[in-house]
Each structure stands twice: as structure tokens, then as C-alpha cells.
């Protein structure tokens, strides 16, 4: 699996009473963890797609890394419950 990067598709910043966005040293929430091929060259950056076909342009990678083992989730466990079904039925495939 050295060739996947994880990402998060980020839900949109919500803005502050004052209206400059979220308040500093606050994290955006994650919307969707996906899959995505790493780019050509390298092994730590997205390509431009994910599995599913999304765009990764507005996405962040996330700091997990999938481990290689057999049987064990690409995505970070704690965050199964937002994972995008279709990165997750190609990862199931390969």
C-alpha cells in the first residue's frame, strides 16, 4: 500500500462572530477520508484524484499512514465511520 495517500476532504470553514473564519489553532472538521494514488515521482503527495474520482486539489493528507499489513484498514480506525464507500470498495478490489 506504499502507493496510496490517505486524504481529507474538509468541511467548509464556518465563520466567527467576527466573520474572518474559523478561530485560530482550530482544525476544520474532516467531511470524507479518501484514497488517492500517489503522485507521479513520489510517495508522500496525491495525485490529482482519488479512487472515487474526486478532485484532491482542496484536500489535506492526512497524517496516517496505511500500513501494508494484511487485513488492516487504510484509513485510521477512529475515523471509519467517514469513509468514502467507493475509495474504500477499489481499496477492497486491490
Not at 23 to 35: L, N, S, Y
Not at 61 to 83: F, I
Request: with cysteine; aromatic share 4%; net charge negative.
Amino acid at each position: 500500500m506504499s502507493g496510496i495517500i490517505v486524504v481529507h476532504e474538509l468541511d467548509t470553514p464556518h465563520a466567527t462572530r467576527a466573520g474572518k473564519g474559523p478561530a485560530q489553532g482550530t482544525e476544520t472538521p474532516v467531511r470524507r477520508v479518501h484514497a488517492a494514488p500517489a503522485a507521479p515521482g513520489t510517495t508522500t503527495e496525491p495525485g490529482p484524484r482519488t479512487l472515487c474520482g474526486k478532485d484532491t486539489f482542496a484536500m489535506e493528507p492526512a497524517r496516517w499512514t496505511p500500513s501494508g499489513q494484511p487485513g488492516s484498514p487504510w484509513y485510521a480506525p477512529q475515523q471509519a465511520s467517514l469513509v468514502c464507500s467507493s475509495c474504500d470498495a477499489v481499496m477492497d478490489d486491490s
